[in-house]
């Protein structure tokens, strides 16, 4: 069994921070891709951030310059720093990995619960 759990969501305040974490656990031979996406209401899911196992990160247009993805590989963490937060960033935001089970030869899409992230004064 894998899980991927999140924490860190929150109210937060315009032109402010926050900062997201996920953790993978269980049986876990290794990690590929860890990444956010969200999803705001009425709207398709989105990548916003995702790194590789070699740490290069990739970002959508939208957050660029304003948030940064990081990862603890050693503690299968995976960290969302959102700053200079603007209304539009409200979302629920969705962990996800590429893991591959001990005693398998794939990798599969794991996902965590999501965390509501809102942007308001």
């Known amino acids: 069994q894998v899980q991927l759990v999140e924490s860190g969501g929150g109210l937060g305040q315009p032109g402010g921070s926050l900062r997201l974490s996920c953790t993978a656990s269980g049986s876990i031979f290794s990690i590929n891709t860890m990444g956010w996406y969200r999803q705001a209401p009425g709207k398709q899911r989105e990548l916003v951030a995702a790194s590789t196992s070699g740490g290069n990160p990739n970002y959508a247009d939208s957050v660029k310059g304003r948030f940064t993805i990081s990862r603890d590989n050693a503690k299968k963490t995976v960290y969302l720093q959102m700053n200079s937060l603007k209304p539009e960033d409200t979302a629920v935001y969705y962990c996800?990995?590429?893991?591959?089970?001990?005693?398998?030869?794939?990798?599969?899409?794991?996902w965590g619960q999501g965390t509501q992230v809102t942007v308001s004064s």
């Open positions: 996800y990995a590429k893991i591959r089970r001990v005693a398998s030869s794939y990798y599969v899409d794991y």
